[in-house]
């Protein structure tokens, strides 16, 4: 639970008392290798924070498997989508490592605003710099080339380059593994 509490802690400060009731909701959770968190179809009730390992969420376009993010250690990973309607999701949470996580139920934390402020605080502050973090992705869709949209990835996020298969990679940057097996022989 620590690590999940330094984590809060780059967004506000989280008394004693918030910690012990979040840490009385989440349960840790491990996952092996190549398995799904959650499945397609699944109503996401949970959020999650990856402690160890690397996951993805990714959906099937026409029987094509598309890589929509990816999660390292110290992130919250939950579809967003699903989580704020209460809809079944069309993507899947899939962990590409062994993984371990802190699983938080998401219905459980949600009735703690109120009692506790700087948790509802820290999760908007979350929820606010995930959707910069999307806003940003959309617009490097939108404006760059497939070369400066891995360009970008190698900078922002070397490890992924290290760590997620080349297939993923390529779908993440919406381009086909062929492209990006060209893009990388010309660096």
Known sequence: MQELFTYFSKFAPLPMEGKNAIAAISQQVSIPKNKNLQQIG??????????????????????IDITEDFYFENSII???????TGRPSRKAIQVLE??????????????????????ERIFRKIIETAYVETINRIEGI?????EERYQALIKTAPDTIKRVPLKYIASFLGITQ?????IRANQ
């Open 42 to 63: 699944q109503t996401c009730q949970t959020i999650y924070f990856l402690v160890q390992g690397l996951a993805r969420i990714y959906y099937l376009k026409n029987e």
């Open 78 to 84: 939950v579809r967003a989508e699903s989580l704020f």
């Open 98 to 119: 062994n993984a371990e996580l802190i699983a938080i139920d998401s219905q459980k934390f949600f009735a703690l605003f109120n009692r506790y402020p700087e948790i």
């Open 142 to 146: 939108q404006f760059n080339s497939a």
């Open 178 to 182: 062929v492209s990006l097996s060209r």
